[in-house]
Each structure stands twice: as structure tokens, then as C-alpha cells.
């Protein structure tokens, strides 16, 4: 009996178990019928961390595709949180793994001639029936989804819409990367919307903004005192803690519509110094000084510049209204509250 359970408990791929994997598999350890998590490192050395965070260590590495054979067909949902590699355009790690995910697919298809069924329940909640009439976002007809195909969530970036001088904007906002960082996010979300629209599996892809949470704020920084831009020259920046974007990974997982780009993204509305000055009053910690953009340019590191080139507000109504996601930090505030007071 217990291994008839074992084989029947649901089972999640998470390739780049960092930190926001590690917190996606501890929720799924926490709800009722707690799914089997396999997770993947590229690291022998770090299978013992994954396995004493309660998840089944894969020893794979995206960058070599004959080590993702084993992927296949291991699990149904697929949380893809690995980076793209540091050079190119494109996103040969996401090929590598769409190209082993579609292993599984091509094993299970029925011959030609023969329709499809109507399409499996959610993997992560049996027994609910599959959304009827979901049609991919901006994208060619879909072909009927194959038999066995992965569900798969991608983290993507906000990064991809380079700089929008401050405004607000949703995710039908076409993007435009201007640094290699964010081309790369942008292939690996086409490949993921070309290998839905074909029928390989079924991908929904969450950008996110800048992460946080109590061992990831920038205290570091503020201790160097590095500067920051001065009001009139500031940009905005926006925020998600890590606790809430791990649960909305899985949410999307079970409800995120194929093809669809959702902001992974708080109500916050910050410019980027008052980020670090709201932190730094919380922590009891000097202001950090202010800059005009042009003593910046002069003065700081250019990667550091590149984050203070991009200004925008993400407004995150699929969200809320679509996943009905209630954000346990709706505000970088909420969070800072909870901070215990200096001595």
C-alpha cells in the first residue's frame, strides 16, 4: 500500500532549485497529499542540501544535453527556474530541456488519425477537469496538445521590456530587451510559446521583477554606502517577496492559461532609492547618498547602471483577477512591518 501510494502522489520537476525552489518545495511538502519533488542541480556535492529539503536530487546539466535523457517523462509539472547561460542570444538551456521534456510527449502520442482525448486533469489537482476553449495568447491556431505533455511554469524577467520611463504598464506591452541578460529571457519565452503552439507541452510563463525577502534585502549595499540616483533622475522599480512568488509558481502550475505571460509582481510603486531608504530606516542604517544621473554615470559600476536604465510600474491584474492570488506582502511595507524594531 505504501508504494501504491508512493507511484500515485503527484510528481514536480524543479530544474534551478535555488532559493525560490527550495521555498516552492516546501509548499508542496505542506498541502495535503504532498506531492514528489524532484529537483535538479548540475552539482553532485549540492544533492545532499535537496535531499535533506525533503526533494529527490537529479544530477543534470542544462548545458549538456545527453545528462537531460532522464528528465524525461519524470514528472508532469515542470517549474523551470534555471537562468540562461551568461553569453549569446539565445537560450540554448531552455532548447536542451524543451528537446528532453518533448521526449516524454513523443512516447505517449497516439498514432495518426486518432483525436486526442478532451485533456488530463490539472497534475497537481486530481480529479479537476481541464479548463475548456484555452486559446495561447497572441500566437498561431494551437495544435491539439499531445498526450503526456508537461505542464511547465517559466521564471522569466521583467528585464524584457527594457526601459518604459516610468509607465505603468501590463503584459500585453511588446517587449523590447535592451541588455544580453533580458534577449536571452526573451528567446527562452518564444521557444516555450512555439513548443505549446506545436503541441510539445504547455508552458506558462511568469515575469518577475526584483525579489526579496529577510536574507535577500540590500543591506550589503547600503553598508558600502553606495550611491543612489537623486529624485529627479530615479527609477522605478518593483518588488515581489520570495514566500509570494513561490506560491504564485504554483498556482500557475495548476491554473496559468497556455502560452499566457502573467506579472509575478506586488502592488508596490517604488523608486529605486526610496527602496533602499525605506530599508535602511527599518534597519536602523544611514541613508545612502544621491546622485545625479550624469556624477552615476561617472561614478558607479556599469552592471549597477544597467539596472538604473529601466524605469517601470507593472500593474498586476492578471494576477489577481485570472490566478486570484492574494499576496501575503501586497506592499514592500507590509514586510518591512514585520521586521523586529533595532536596538
Known amino acids: 500500500m505504501i508504494a501504491t501510494r508512493t507511484l500515485r502522489r503527484a510528481r514536480v520537476l524543479i530544474v534551478g532549485c535555488g532559493d525560490v525552489g527550495l521555498r516552492c518545495a516546501a509548499l508542496l511538502r505542506s498541502q495535503a497529499g504532498a506531492a514528489r519533488v524532484f529537483a535538479v542541480t548540475s552539482q553532485p556535492a549540492h544533492a545532499a542540501v535537496l535531499r535533506e529539503a525533503g526533494t529527490v536530487p537529479v544530477v543534470a546539466d542544462l548545458d549538456v544535453r545527453a545528462s537531460l535523457a532522464r528528465l524525461a517523462g519524470l514528472a508532469p509539472v515542470v517549474l523551470h527556474l534555471a537562468p540562461p547561460a551568461k553569453a549569446g542570444d539565445d537560450d540554448l538551456r531552455t532548447r536542451r530541456l524543451i528537446a528532453a521534456l518533448g521526449a516524454r510527449s513523443r512516447a505517449a502520442a497516439r498514432p495518426p488519425g486518432l483525436a486526442g482525448p478532451p485533456g488530463p486533469p490539472s497534475p497537481l489537482r486530481p480529479g479537476l477537469a481541464k479548463r475548456p476553449s484555452i486559446v495561447p495568447e497572441r500566437t498561431a491556431r494551437s495544435r491539439r496538445l499531445r498526450p503526456g505533455r508537461s505542464r511547465l511554469v517559466y521564471a522569466s524577467t521583467t528585464g524584457v ?18 541588455n544580453a541578460r533580458s534577449k536571452r529571457r526573451v528567446a527562452a519565452e518564444r521557444l516555450l510559446r512555439r513548443a505549446t503552439v506545436r503541441g510539445a507541452l504547455t508552458a506558462t510563463i511568469a515575469r518577475i521583477p526584483g525579489i526579496y525577502a529577510g536574507d535577500r534585502l540590500p543591506l550589503a549595499r547600503l553598508g558600502k554606502g553606495t550611491p543612489a540616483l537623486a529624485a529627479r533622475d530615479d527609477v522605478y522599480t518593483n518588488h515581489i517577496h520570495a514566500d509570494d512568488l513561490a506560491a504564485i509558481m504554483l498556482r500557475l502550475a495548476t491554473h496559468g492559461r497556455p502560452a499566457r505571460v502573467v506579472h509575478a509582481s506586488d502592488d508596490s510603486e517604488l523608486k529605486m532609492g526610496d527602496w533602499f531608504d525605506r530599508v535602511a530606516d527599518t534597519f536602523g542604517l544611514p541613508r545612502v547618498p544621491r546622485l545625479s544621473r550624469a556624477e552615476a554615470e561617472r561614478a558607479l559600476d556599469p552592471l549597477l547602471l544597467s539596472f538604473m536604465r529601466e524605469s517601470r510600474r507593472l500593474a498586476n491584474d492578471r494576477l489577481k483577477r485570472e490566478l486570484r492570488v492574494r499576496l501575503r506582502y501586497p506592499h514592500v511595507d507590509d514586510f518591512l512591518r514585520t521586521v523586529p524594531p533595532r536596538r
Not at 521590456?161 to 535592451?178: F, L, N, Q, S
Open 161 to 178: 521590456y527594457g526601459d518604459c520611463a516610468g509607465a505603468r504598464i501590463d503584459e500585453t506591452r511588446p517587449v523590447r530587451p535592451a
